[in-house]
């Protein structure tokens, strides 16, 4: 009799192997996100559909968005694997689809065609509540009337866990965010950091496979989003989820993903880790749009072919690329033509020959210099370190001479705009 009543009821230390036990299960779940062909259109309103009719039928471009007959395309031809625990960020201008992308794969919009797959399993009509995903949107979406302690607790109350557990999630969750102290506070309490803070709490005690973060920095001002991209990585390395994080901010994509995906106007452009898309960037739009200050860009350069070796003229200047960029050009067999060369500014060299250029502006940034310069009628900014300048005259009107390694140029097709290495 006595041994039924043990195990009917577990003693205490049965109660914390089982919850390790579900701790390790946990950590051992997979959470590997496929999206295929995805496609998202929001159909025309009745009367716009009306006049759509009116008009021959086709496509037209419309503030950079494909228009069909069937409505506006807002995502397409969207094809990503995620790996299980891998931190993918999707970055992009206001508008290239990103946010519509994280939204369908939270369920809070409706795939019009392709497919996502977590673990495997379909989830096109699967509800949100039931694809174990959390996600923290960018304006908090913290209930004002609750304290942080309760805010944090209602996802795990509306699964009508145990107070025991629910007390332990927020307690650990509070703790690894750093925000204990404030548990009893209400929202209009804290400030943005802490807020936020709170919302992340939320989302990671309910022990998500997928964890969406949709442009969670954008409200904070530029200290905080330092600070709060340092915790993020700090939580990425100590729970075990998926990350899928949308932002506009270049800056958080290349320090926050282990691979980016640079969106515009509904496409990929391209997808790689942070080195991959600043040290070989797919076409001119990733080029331009990866990187601070952006690359610079000389237009009327042109690629020439001597032989088996080859050279490029950047404003005058010729110089032949290397044995590496000549092998990449010579297995596509390119042959001479007109190109837009890009330069990083950081890649450029001041020195007492090269190309003329006159300073326009000069910002001081602390260890280094922006130089802001003219040549031949085109502007090119150059970062240089301070003490490369103290025997140069950089006042406004001042002449400089200026080169850069023929390693490090990029060389872009005029009419295409694809990197041709």
Not at 12 to 33: I, P, T, Y
Not at 219 to 231: H, I, T, Y
Request: hydrophobic residues 40%; contains cysteine; aromatic residues 4%.
């Amino acid at each position: 009799m006595e041994t039924c009543r043990k195990a009917a009821h577990p003693t205490a230390d049965g109660r914390e192997a089982s919850r390790a036990e579900a701790a390790k299960l946990r950590s051992e779940a997979m959470a590997e996100v496929q999206l295929k062909n995805i496609k998202k259109i929001y159909p025309h309103a009745p009367g716009e559909a009306k006049k759509k009719k009116k008009k021959p039928a086709g496509e037209e471009k419309k503030i950079n968005l494909q228009i069909t007959d069937e409505g506006v395309v807002a995502v397409q031809e969207f094809n990503l694997d995620i790996k299980d625990k891998e931190f993918i960020v999707l970055v992009g201008p206001s508008g290239c689809g990103k946010s519509t992308t994280l939204r369908m794969v939270a369920g809070l919009e409706e795939i019009t065609s392709g497919e996502l797959l977590i673990d495997g399993e379909l989830m096109n009509d699967v509800a949100p509540k039931d694809r174990d995903i959390a996600m923290v949107f960018q304006s908090y979406a913290l209930y004002p009337h609750m304290t942080v302690r309760e805010n944090m607790e209602f996802p795990l109350k509306l699964r009508k866990m145990k107070p025991e557990e629910i007390k332990q999630r927020v307690d650990h969750a509070a703790e690894t965010l750093g925000i204990t102290q404030y548990l009893d506070r209400k929202p209009k309490a804290l400030s943005g950091g802490q807020r936020q803070r709170v919302a992340i709490g939320r989302a990671i005690v309910r022990e998500p496979k997928v964890l969406l973060m949709d442009e969670p920095l954008s409200n904070l001002d530029a200290k905080l989003r330092n600070q709060m991209r340092a915790e993020i990585i700090k939580l990425r390395q100590q729970i075990n989820t998926t990350f899928i994080y949308v932002t506009h901010d270049q800056v958080e994509a290349m320090t926050l993903g282990d691979r980016i995906v640079i969106m515009r106007d509904g496409y990929i452009q391209q997808i790689g880790t942070p080195q991959e898309v600043f040290g070989h960037p797919k076409n001119l739009f990733v080029a331009g749009f990866i990187g601070t200050p952006q690359m610079n860009f000389f237009s009327g350069s042109k690629l020439i072919r001597e032989g088996d070796g080859y050279a490029v003229e950047v404003l005058g200047h010729r110089v032949s690329l290397t044995a590496e960029q000549n092998a990449a050009l010579a297995a596509k067999n390119v042959d001479s033509r007109d190109i837009i060369a890009g330069v990083r500014p950081v890649h450029i060299t001041l020195g007492d020959a090269g190309i003329e250029a006159a300073i326009d502006v000069s910002e001081m940034m602390g260890s280094e210099m922006h130089l802001h310069m003219t040549a031949l009628g085109q502007d090119i900014v150059a970062v240089v370190p301070t003490t490369e300048l103290e025997s140069k005259d950089v006042s406004r009107g001042s002449k400089v001479f200026f080169t850069f390694q023929p390693k490090l140029v990029h060389l872009f097709d005029k009419d295409s705009e694809e990197n041709l290495i």
